[in-house]
């Protein structure tokens, strides 16, 4: 007999060759590997009848030595069934269970352990769901993993990044939703175009206090004029200057991965008499 990984017990031989001469097929235990694993934990033992080859879990070693004889009689009767019917019969079949009662053992499938603990069960991994959601158009696509490659067809046509918003489910139920805001308040999600960061719109139908192209826009208690197109506010610049501001009051805020695929940033805007406060989301 062969035996890899950990040291034979010393009785184990003797009852693998009194099991083989029982069973019409001496010699066999001279044939047969035996190996220890520490990673079965589903199992006490599995057969492999083409290699000769049987694994047997470590755990079975601090057991009962009757738990670990019918394992391994167990096993080594799969592998003598498939010598003497050359794998023709069923795993555990007739052929099988005579050969069990013929060592002793009733021929049974599963083993229970009597004096230990039985092998530890394998957590399962958890699943999510994940909402694909395209902050221009509003599409939504689920799927069971992230898929960060997919893009809105109708965004992309229209000359956007066609990016989408990727949520786990929990967390896109309980996301800000400008729906459920006061008059004249609604919530931007932070985005980007080329990779500077603008602001996405909520969908005008819904808020119809949205503006259109040139307002005044008050941030940190400084007054700015934000251009209103028709999906998103893209640029955004004090009285007077031509430069962009808006990727800079945004980095301001969320750290310079501001709109970034992967975060959910946003920011409220809330409407004061002819210009809008704008602030990062959440804040007191």
């Known amino acids: 007999m062969n035996n890899r990984n950990v040291t034979a017990l010393p009785w184990i031989p003797g009852r693998l ?6 069973r019409g097929t001496p ?35 601090d057991g009962p030595r009757t738990t670990l004889e019918e394992a391994l009689c167990h096993e080594l009767a799969h592998i003598a069934v498939h010598e003497l019917n050359s794998g023709k019969c069923r795993p555990h079949g007739p052929e099988w269970k005579d050969l069990m009662r013929k060592a002793g053992f009733e021929p049974r499938t599963r083993l229970r352990w009597v004096g230990a603990p039985p092998p530890a069960k394998r957590k399962r991994r958890r699943r999510y769901l994940y909402i694909h959601r395209c902050p221009v158009c509003h599409t939504e696509r689920t799927a069971r993993r992230a898929v960060r490659q997919r893009q809105c067809a109708a965004s992309v046509e229209a000359g ?42 909520p969908d005008r139908k819904t808020n119809p206090d949205i503006p259109k192209g040139w307002t005044n826009a008050l941030v940190d208690g400084e007054l700015y004029e934000a251009n ?43 409407k004061s008499k002819d210009t809008f406060v704008m602030e990062p989301y959440g804040s007191k």
């Open 17 to 22: 060759a009194n099991w083989s001469v029982l």
């Open 27 to 61: 010699a066999l235990e001279n044939v047969v590997s035996v190996q220890y694993s520490s990673r079965m934990t589903r199992s006490l033992g599995r057969c492999y009848p083409e290699r000769r080859l049987i694994r047997l879990a470590k755990s079975l070693l």
């Open 160 to 201: 956007l990044e066609g990016t989408f918003e990727i949520w786990r489910l929990a967390a896109y139920l309980q996301r800000p939703r400008a729906g459920n805001q006061e008059e004249g308040v609604f919530i931007c999600k932070v985005s980007h175009a080329n990779k500077r960061p603008i602001l996405f719109l």
């Open 228 to 270: 209103f197109v028709k999906v998103a506010v893209n640029v955004m610049r004090r009285k007077g200057i031509k430069e962009n501001s808006l990727g800079n009051v945004l980095r301001n805020w969320f750290g310079p991965n501001a709109g970034l695929p992967g975060t959910h940033f946003h920011v409220v805007l809330s």
